[in-house]
């Protein structure tokens, strides 16, 4: 399973500073202000399938791109290698900036990229546009989750979507009531839950402190939480200063948030649903909800490296992945909603797909999902600049002391 740790400004070239990071490949030379926010390097998509080259190199979280190696029955790499003759060799990451940086090395076809990984990929030509006509499996997306902010620029796709979920607000029924429908149990001074809220470890989480203040502070004019500038930011982190004392911990191992919820070291925070499950079927008596400010979320993408030399390797995966039955293993495993709308029909659990709101629009549509922060303003503002990912790095830092 996946450990998205606090991310480590130390190894990224901050905030998409890409005269500083360069470009890996194409003739582009970073991103600039465009009427999007940015335009990438200019790197053409694969305009047709060759040989498959028989090798692939897959990055991923864990979780991802199971070969048998940690269970035996869960194994969706064997299948592949003997329906393509692409033999494949999986490296795992635990956080978005190992990612980027391994992706860096040059060494790797294929990455499963969050969203506040993804942009930073585009932005340095690491990774490059996808030709969707080549993956069949792409047309049974869900809709709502193609052609977004953090895997598209202008239009033009950059990976195929894989698996979301949401940053859902989770109490204990017997520690909290009533149940909260606002996300002001975890962020108002004189929360009667002071001590006994978990909150997630990541500069990411900023954003949730901006969706808060885009609800209860309208004069902000915040109108996309990874898109602040200087005064928004500052609210935001003023805001999360004001939390920190009412924090008792920060996650980043999903697991460990679930054994302070069992152990009632704390009783309402930030969760996924698939924490919601491990902590419920294990006896404790837990909920969790969008409130009605809406919520931060992820969803992830495959997508191909731009110096890849497996390419037709790296496409036949991108389709594989996607497919339905495959799609469906991954997202019961990994617990998420898969992307795919025939992998509802392939789910072990019949209810599972209900239980994530697979194919529920509305409720995809109340989640801010995961973007990486860049100086061009991702809500289309062209009169100022945002406060980058390294500015929100160092902001994180002070605010957890």
Known sequence: MRNRKALLAGVLCAGLLVAACGTSGGSGTGAQPGAKGFSPPSLPAMPKLGQPEGQLTVLAWPGYAENGGNDPKVNWVAPFEQQTGCKVNVKTFGTSDEAVTLMKTGQYDVVSASGDASLRLIASGDVEPVNTALVPNYADTFEFLKNRSWNSVNGVAYGIPHGWGANLLTWRT???TPAPTSWSVMFEPGSPYHGKIVAYDSPIYI???????????PQLGIKNPYALDQAQFQAAVDLLKRQRPMVGEY???????????????????????????????????????????GATGWSDTWMLAARSP????????????????????VAEYFGEAPANS??????????FCDTYHAGDAAFASKIQYWT?????????????????????TRAWTEIKG
């Open 174 to 176: 017997d520690k909290v």
């Open 207 to 217: 954003a949730d402190a901006a969706l808060y203040l885009m609800a209860h502070q």
């Open 251 to 293: 996650w980043s191992d999903y697991l460990k948030e679930s054994q302070a919820l069992k152990n009632a070291d704390a009783v309402v925070g930030t969760g996924w649903q698939v924490t919601v499950n491990v902590t419920k079927a294990e006896g404790t008596p837990l909920d969790a909800a969008i409130p009605s400010e």
């Open 310 to 329: 497996h390419k037709t390797c790296g496409y036949l995966w991108l389709n594989h992945i996607v497919s339905p039955k495959t799609n469906a293993e």
């Open 342 to 351: 025939k992998a509802c029909a392939q789910t072990t659990d019949k209810g």
């Open 372 to 392: 990486t922060p860049i100086e061009q303003c991702l809500d289309g503002r062209s009169d100022t600049r945002c406060t980058d990912y390294g500015q929100w």
